[in-house]
C-alpha cells in the first residue's frame, strides 16, 4: 500500500494506526482474481470480482468496518461473508480468533488456501448460512457481516457478547448503509456510519434466495 493510498483512506476516516498497519502489510493482490492483480486495480477504489457474482470490497470499506470494530487481541470475531478471505486475514491481525461463514463453498476453499499459504493460523472457514450464526462457538465479542442485510439479523445479534458491537451494511429505503450496532443492556444500539454498496446476505434472516430470484437479482 502506498503513501498516497495511506493518505486518501486518512483523509476519509480511516485513521486507526493499528488498522492502517495491517492493511499495509497483507498482499492484497493475493486475494483477487489474475485480471486484477496490477497493484493499481486491486488497491483502487471500488470492489472487485472474486466469482460466484460476488465482490472483493475496497481497501476503503475493509478499513472503515474493521476500525467501527474497535478490536483487541483479546476478542473473538465472527464474520459473515468470507469472500475472497481478505477481510477475515486484515481481523486476525488485530484479534484473537476469526470465525468466518461462506455460504458459497468453492470461495471458502479458496480463501482457506491463500490464508495458509500466509502462515495465519487463528482463522476458522464455515461453509453454510451465516445469517443464523454459529451457536457453537458463540457469544463472540465482535460480529462483522461483509454483505448488505434488510435489517439486523436477530438471530446473530443474540449470539454478541453485552457490550460487543456488530458491523454490517443495512438496506433502509433502497440505500445502503454500513451501521455499527452496540449491544447495550441485552438491546442495539445503532449507529449509521457510511453510505455503502454491498452484495445481498442470502440466507434465512437475509434476503431469501427464492425472493432474490423472483425479483431479479
Ligand atoms: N469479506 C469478503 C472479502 O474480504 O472478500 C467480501 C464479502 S462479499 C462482499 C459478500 C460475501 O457474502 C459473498 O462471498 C457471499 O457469497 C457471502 N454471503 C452472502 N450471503 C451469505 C450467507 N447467508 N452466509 C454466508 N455468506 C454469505
Known amino acids: 500500500m502506498n503513501k498516497k493510498l495511506t493518505g486518501s483512506l486518512i483523509s476519509k476516516g480511516v485513521d486507526n494506526k493499528a488498522v492502517l498497519g495491517v492493511l499495509g502489510k497483507i498482499p492484497r493482490e493475493k486475494f483477487v482474481e489474475q485480471p486484477f492483480r496490477n497493484i493499481e486495480i486491486c488497491y483502487g477504489d471500488s470492489p472487485l470480482p472474486i466469482g460466484h457474482s460476488q465482490t472483493i470490497s475496497s481497501v476503503y470499506t475493509v478499513g472503515l468496518m474493521t476500525q467501527a470494530l474497535s478490536l483487541n487481541k483479546e476478542h473473538k470475531v465472527l464474520e459473515i461473508g468470507t469472500g475472497s478471505g481478505y477481510q477475515a486475514a486484515v481481523l486476525s491481525f488485530l484479534c484473537a480468533s476469526v470465525f ?108 431469501e434466495a427464492q425472493t432474490l430470484n423472483r425479483c431479479g437479482f
Open 100 to 207: 468466518t461463514i461462506e455460504r458459497i463453498r468453492d470461495l471458502s476453499l479458496k480463501a482457506r488456501v491463500v490464508i495458509e499459504s500466509l502462515d495465519i493460523r487463528n482463522v476458522t472457514f464455515i461453509v453454510g448460512d451465516g445469517s443464523i450464526g454459529f451457536g457453537e462457538y458463540a457469544p463472540y465479542d465482535r460480529i462483522i457481516i461483509t454483505a448488505c442485510s434488510p435489517d439486523i439479523p436477530m438471530p446473530l445479534f443474540n449470539q454478541l457478547s453485552e457490550g460487543g458491537i456488530m458491523v454490517v451494511p443495512l438496506e433502509r429505503d433502497g440505500f445502503q448503509s454500513i451501521c455499527s450496532i452496540e449491544k447495550k443492556n441485552g438491546e442495539p444500539v445503532s449507529k449509521d456510519i457510511a453510505p455503502a454498496n454491498f452484495v445481498k446476505l442470502i440466507g434465512k434472516n437475509g434476503y
